[in-house]
C-alpha cells in the first residue's frame, strides 16, 4: 500500500489573501497538487490611470511594505524612460545605494525571521530570542541597518519620498552619508555571523533539484539589480527591458486569479537564485567567498537555495553600498535642482525587487496624464513555478508522509517569500 | 543609537485601502502641530511591518495609531495596550508581508528595547477595499480623533487619559473605562 496524502492548507482571506497549499495522495498515486495563489494588486494599475505623472510613485509605493523602494525606483525610471529624462551620475549612484538598502532589509528579514525559525524547528522569530538571543540581536542589527540607509536616502522608512523622476527632491548629508557608512561597516563581521548560523542549519534545507529555467536583469561585469537587459539561464538572448511582457507572456490560470508566467518553459523563476544563477561571476569579495562557503555554485537548481542565496547577496550589497557611498563622498553631495517637462510617451523599465525582476509600463499624454499602466511583480511571475516545484516534489517526497511533505512545501513557499497580502495590515483584535 | 525622541508615534496603514490609511491620516495631521508636542517623532510607518521594531528601539513611549478590527461600531476609536488584546490574524507564516503590529511589539519586547509604555489607539474601520478616500463615516470623525490622540501626547499635567476612549458612533467623543 502506497503513501496517501490529504494536505489542505487553506488561510482565510481578507482583502488579498494568502495562498493556500493542496495536495491529496491515495495509494502512493498523487491525485492533486496546487498552489492556490491569489491576486496580485492589479488595482493599483487602475488607480494610476487618469494620475498626473508625479502622482504615480507616491501611489505605487505603497502596493509593497516591504519593496516599496523597488516600486518607487521602477516606477520612475519607467517614467523617465516614457519622458526621455537622463539623469545625473549622483543621482544614479544615490539610488543604487537606497536600493542596497532594500535588498540587505528585505534579505535579512526573510533569512533570519522567515527561513531561521524553519531550521531551528519553532514557528516564528520570537522563540528564538530565548533560545538564540545573540544570533537574534545580530539579524534585528543588521535588518536595522538596511532600514537606515532607506530612511537617509528614501527619507523615510518604508514608502520613500526623496527619490523623484529626474532626481532627488532632498538629498542627504554628507555627513549623513559618513554616519552610514560606520553602521555599514559594522554589518559585515554581523553578516558573517548570519551566514554562519545559516550554514550551521543548511543541511536541514531540503534536497529537492528540478531543472529551472532562471529569469534576472543582466549587465556586463556588474552583479547587477538597477541596470541592464532580462537574461534567462535558458539562452544566451537579451531582451531590452521595454520589450518585458515578450519575456512575462502573462496568462491565466483557472486554479489562481493571480496571472501567471511562462517565456521558454512551462514556468520560471525570479529572485536571489535567479541573479545568483546568472550573474555569479560578477560578486564581489565578501559575496563570492560567502557563495563559496555554501558550496553554493551557478546553475543551482534547489529552490531552497533561494535563502543561502539571500545570504550572499546580503554581502553584496554591503559590500556595493560601501563603495558608492565612498564615490558619493569623494565627488562630494552637490545641489542638483530636480526639473521635469511632462510629455506624451510609452515607458518601461526593470529592477530586481529582492523577491526578483520587477517591470512596470507607463503609457502618458502630452499633459503628463497616465493614461495606461502595466506593473508585472516578482510573485506574480513565481506562481507558476511554485506550482510546477510541487508538482515534482510531491511525488519525490510522498513515501516521508504527510507532516513531512507538508513542511517541505510550507518551507518551499516561504523560501520564495511570495507578495500576497501586503497592501493592507490592519489589526484585528479581540479584547482578553 | 544615536539620541532619539523620547516618544514616537507611529502611523500605520495604507492611504490607498479605504479606511486602512486612517492611522496614516491622523499622524499627518498630527504631525502640523508638532511643535506642541516636546520631544516627540512621527513616524508614518505605511505598511512596513517588522521595521516597527526600529521605530520602537530607544523610546520612553510609544503611540500607535492603526484601523483595527475590534468588533466595535464603525468609527469607534479605543486606546488599549498591546496586553489587553489577541490577534484574530490567521497568519500563513508564508511570507513577510503579512504584517502584524503585536507580532512587532513582542520582538521588540523581547529584545528589551520596547518602550515601557505604548498605547496603541485603534479605529473601526467601514470599507477596506481600494480607495484613497476615508469613508464618511471616518472622515467625519478624523478630527475628533486627531484632538485625542494630541491629548495623549500632551504634557502631563495637561491631560485626562482614561483606560479607553471610545469616539460614539454620533461622532460625539465620549470616554470610559474598559
Not at chain 1, 130 to 146: C, L, Y
Not at chain 2, 11 to 21: F, Q
Request: with cysteine; hydrophobic share 40%.
Amino acid at each position: 500500500m502506497g503513501q496517501t496524502l490529504n494536505i489542505d492548507v487553506h488561510h482565510i482571506t481578507r482583502v488579498e489573501g494568502h495562498g493556500n497549499i493542496v495536495a491529496r495522495a491515495r495509494d502512493g498515486k498523487v491525485q492533486k497538487v496546487e498552489w492556490q495563489a491569489p491576486e496580485a494588486p492589479r488595482f493599483f494599475e487602475a488607480m494610476v490611470r487618469g494620475r498626473r505623472w508625479d502622482e504615480i510613485q507616491p501611489i505605487v509605493s505603497r502596493i509593497c511594505g516591504i519593496c516599496s523602494v523597488s516600486h518607487s525606483l521602477v516606477a520612475i525610471k519607467a517614467l523617465e524612460n516614457a519622458m526621455g529624462i537622463e539623469v545625473s551620475e549622483q543621482t544614479d549612484k544615490l539610488r543604487l545605494l537606497l536600493d542596497c538598502g532594500e535588498q540587505l532589509e528585505s534579505h535579512v528579514l526573510h533569512v533570519g525571521y522567515l527561513v531561521a525559525p524553519d531550521l531551528l524547528g519553532v514557528k516564528s522569530v520570537i522563540p528564538l530570542v530565548a533560545s538564540h538571543p545573540s544570533e537574534v540581536k545580530t539579524i534585528v542589527a543588521a535588518h536595522r541597518v538596511g532600514n537606515a540607509i532607506m530612511e537617509v536616502i528614501g527619507g523615510r522608512m518604508t514608502h520613500p519620498v526623496s527619490a523623484v523622476p529626474g532626481g532627488f527632491a532632498r538629498l542627504p548629508t554628507e555627513q549623513q552619508l559618513r554616519d552610514l557608512k560606520k553602521q555599514i561597516e559594522e554589518t559585515v563581521p554581523r553578516l558573517e555571523a548570519i551566514a554562519g548560523v545559516v550554514l550551521s542549519v543548511a543541511g536541514k534545507l531540503p534536497a529537492f533539484d528540478r531543472p529551472t529555467e532562471y529569469i534576472a536583469l543582466v549587465e556586463p561585469k556588474t552583479y547587477t539589480f538597477y541596470h541592464g537587459k532580462i537574461g534567462s539561464t535558458d539562452t544566451r538572448e537579451l531582451v531590452d527591458v521595454h520589450n518585458f511582457e515578450s519575456v512575462a507572456n502573462e496568462y491565466v490560470s483557472p486554479q489562481s486569479t493571480a496571472k501567471w508566467t511562462k517565456w521558454h518553459r512551462d514556468s520560471y523563476a525570479v529572485g536571489a537564485l535567479a541573479r545568483f544563477n546568472l550573474n555569479a561571476a560578477h560578486l564581489r569579495p565578501l559575496a563570492a567567498q560567502t557563495a563559496k562557503t555554501f558550496g553554493l555554485k551557478p546553475d543551482c537548481c534547489n529552490p531552497y537555495m533561494n535563502s543561502v542565496a539571500q545570504v550572499v547577496e546580503s554581502a553584496q550589497v554591503v559590500e556595493h553600498a560601501l563603495q558608492l557611498i565612498d564615490e558619493l563622498l569623494t565627488r562630494g553631495i552637490k545641489p542638483e535642482p530636480v526639473k521635469v517637462t511632462p510629455k506624451a510617451g510609452n515607458g518601461a523599465a526593470a529592477v530586481e525587487a529582492p523577491r526578483g525582476i520587477l517591470f512596470h509600463r507607463y503609457v502618458f499624454d502630452k499633459a503628463g496624464i497616465c493614461e495606461r499602466a502595466n506593473i508585472c511583480i516578482p510573485t506574480g511571475q513565481n506562481h507558476a513555478n511554485i506550482q510546477k516545484d510541487f508538482e515534482a516534489l510531491v511525488p519525490a517526497m510522498m513515501d516521508r508522509g504527510q507532516d513531512y511533505v507538508r513542511q517541505a512545501l510550507e518551507m518551499l513557499v516561504r523560501s520564495y517569500d511570495p507578495c500576497i497580502s501586503c497592501s493592507t495590515h490592519y489589526l484585528d483584535v479581540q479584547f482578553v | 543609537m544615536s539620541q532619539r525622541a523620547e516618544t514616537v508615534v507611529i502611523g500605520l496603514g495604507n492611504l490607498l485601502m479605504g479606511d486602512e490609511g486612517v492611522g496614516i491620516r491622523i499622524i499627518r495631521k498630527l504631525a502640523e502641530q508638532e511643535e506642541q508636542s516636546p520631544d516627540t517623532e512621527f513616524v508614518e510607518a505605511g505598511a512596513a511591518g517588522m521595521g516597527i521594531v526600529h521605530a520602537l528601539a530607544g523610546r520612553k513611549k510609544a503611540v500607535i495609531i492603526d484601523c483595527a478590527r475590534m468588533g466595535e461600531r464603525p468609527g469607534a476609536m479605543l486606546r488599549f495596550a498591546p496586553r489587553d488584546v489577541a490577534s484574530r490574524k490567521a497568519q500563513s507564516a508564508y511570507s513577510l508581508h503579512e504584517g502584524d503590529i503585536l507580532q512587532a511589539i513582542e520582538l521588540s519586547a523581547r529584545l528589551g528595547e520596547c518602550p515601557a509604555s505604548v498605547v496603541i489607539f485603534g479605529v473601526e474601520p467601514v470599507d477596506l477595499g481600494p480607495g484613497d478616500r476615508l469613508s464618511p463615516a471616518l472622515n467625519a470623525r478624523l478630527d475628533s480623533y486627531v484632538r485625542r490622540v494630541a491629548r495623549e501626547l500632551a504634557p502631563r499635567s495637561a491631560r485626562l487619559t482614561p483606560p479607553v476612549c471610545i469616539v460614539a458612533g454620533d461622532g460625539a467623543v465620549s470616554e470610559c473605562g474598559h
